[in-house]
């Protein structure tokens, strides 16, 4: 009972934010007239507000806080299962590569001169093929022990952040300033397209990942035991990671890399909520998009009409809360 009124309240939650986050910016436009125009395409109400209300409502916030919504959402349903997956609380949808690779493919589309329309697919292309080498670096037979899985994730990840540490060494001053901005993360650059490019990729993953939250469960209990109950193991971690990544990989290519959100919210569920994988990967998704959306609302207001990049303040917020793990496993492990 108390789970399902932790879910319901966080749906509550996240329907209230995206509603007053729609207020918020440079010009104020009030909650009522907000549901005004949301509901004016569905049912006729006379217009009341100004022309440019419309425009701001629709065209500029809506879709940059529904991206913000799938993406916060993506990143902790990915955290949540690589941490379940890993039995290991300070796992990151990171861990694999993913965002190593998408860095590296942004940074080669931006250096070359390329259109900008190619920097999502194949920040996308790279994320994909650094998890593909790591899968097939790691697997031994038709075992993928985690540990190897770990260490090529790790590899992966400084090969491909020294070939991107070389571009921008490389590229000239506004390339260099446009690939920082993007490895910074952000949600600056939303717009209908990638909102509809992005949304089936997203919304499948975290849909998959949910009907994988039995096998989840059985994994924390470790191998043998899963292996007991006739969970195929290495298949169940073969497709896991694969969603894993491709959930990881839409949000990186999409907004670039925004860190610690994928650590933070599951962990912070799994205190909340319990371990429980078929309560916890939705809790995670809905408290995900909540932080999300709020984090770049902050972000775009704070400094107005500048806005900072989203990754900084995540990492602020993520960096302290991180110690915060590693002090707390050490006292529990009597260290």
Not at 71 to 90: D, E, K, Y
């Amino acid at each position: 009972m108390r789970k399902n009124l932790v879910l319901i309240s966080l749906s509550a939650g996240l329907f209230l934010t995206l509603l007053a986050t729609l207020t918020i910016g440079p010009i104020r436009i009030p909650f009522g007239t907000v549901v005004k125009i949301l509901f004016s395409k569905i049912i006729p109400i006379p217009q009341t507000w100004p022309n440019n209300f419309y425009e701001i409502i629709i065209n500029v916030r809506l879709p940059r806080i529904l991206l913000g919504i799938l993406i916060g959402g993506a990143l902790s349903v990915s955290g949540c299962a690589m941490q379940g997956l890993f039995r290991n609380p300070m796992a990151s949808p990171y861990v694999c590569g993913v965002a190593s690779g998408g860095a590296f493919g942004a940074s080669l589309i931006i250096v070359l001169g390329l259109p900008q329309v190619l920097i999502m697919p194949v920040a996308f292309l790279f994320s994909l093929l650094v998890v593909f080498l790591v899968y097939h670096l790691a697997k031994i037979g038709r075992r993928i022990p985690v540990e190897t899985l770990l260490l090529s994730g790790i590899a992966f990840s400084l090969f491909f952040s020294a070939l991107t540490s070389f571009i921008q060494y490389v590229a000239e001053e506004g390339q260099l300033r446009q690939i920082i901005f993007w490895l910074m993360g952000g949600l600056w650059a939303s717009n209908w397209n990638k909102v509809l490019s992005v949304f089936p990729v997203i919304f499948l993953g975290i849909l998959c990942l949910l009907y994988f939250s039995r096998e989840l469960n059985i994994l924390l209990l470790g191998e043998d035991h899963a292996l007991d109950v006739g969970v195929d193991v290495e298949n169940a971690r073969k497709i896991i990671l694969i969603l894993g990544a491709l959930t990881t990989s839409s949000a990186v290519a999409t907004c670039g890399i925004i860190g610690f959100v994928g650590l933070i919210v599951p962990h912070l569920m799994r205190i909340i909520i319990g371990p429980d994988h078929r309560f916890l990967l939705p809790a995670s998704c809905l408290c995900g998009s909540i932080f999300l959306v709020w984090v770049d609302t902050f972000a775009r207001t704070l400094i107005s009409p500048t806005e900072l990049p989203v990754g900084i303040i995540t990492a602020l917020i993520g960096v302290p809360f991180f110690l915060f793990l590693l002090r707390r496993r050490k006292r529990l492990s009597g260290f």
